[in-house]
């Protein structure tokens, strides 16, 4: 009988915990309204509204933040917009929530190389060569897209001082 108190505040307790698990979404369940948004947001793109787009997708966002497509299709639309900073930071929110993703690790390696950022890209490109096993066809396409771009640095580059001597400036 002593026990008796404790026992139902227990059984209470558990009761409450298990309840909890119930009510909740798996996290691989998107709310269908984010999906909307999204459908509404690549209307908007294919239409060429890119500011539509990119609102219909940060309110896909701010219905589910766990919306990778929506951070994905972020990041194309401000690569579109010529804000590769921006892009890469979108594509790090999709890769937040599955590291493993390679269309959004496919945008980021398209985004620095946009950027100019080659070292960072090649850094990435090296991950998605670990994670795709077999060959994959996107991860050689983005390694030329990639030495295109140095070629391209190269021979834009001003050409080096030989010895390091500086010439001297006439006034």
Partial sequence: MRFTP???A????????S??????????QINPLSVQWVEKGNAARAAGNLQAANDAYET??????????AFIALGDVARQQQLQGKAVR???????????????????????VERGALANA???LSRM???CRTDCGEVAKLGTLIENK?????????????DGKETAQQP
């Fill in 122 to 124: 090649r850094e990435t």
């Fill in 129 to 131: 060569k670990t994670l």
């Fill in 10 to 17: 227990l059984a209470a307790v558990l009761t409450m915990v």
């Fill in 90 to 112: 979108y594509y790090k929110g999709a890769l937040a929530l599955d590291p493993a993703d390679m269309t959004a690790l496919s945008g980021t390696v398209t985004a620095l």
């Fill in 60 to 69: 896909a966002l701010a219905v589910d933040p766990r919306n990778r497509g």
């Fill in 6 to 8: 404790a026992t139902i």
């Fill in 150 to 162: 140095a070629i391209a640095q190269a021979q834009t580059a001003p050409p080096a001082i030989p």
């Fill in 19 to 28: 309840s909890v698990g119930i009510s909740q979404r798996p996290d691989s």
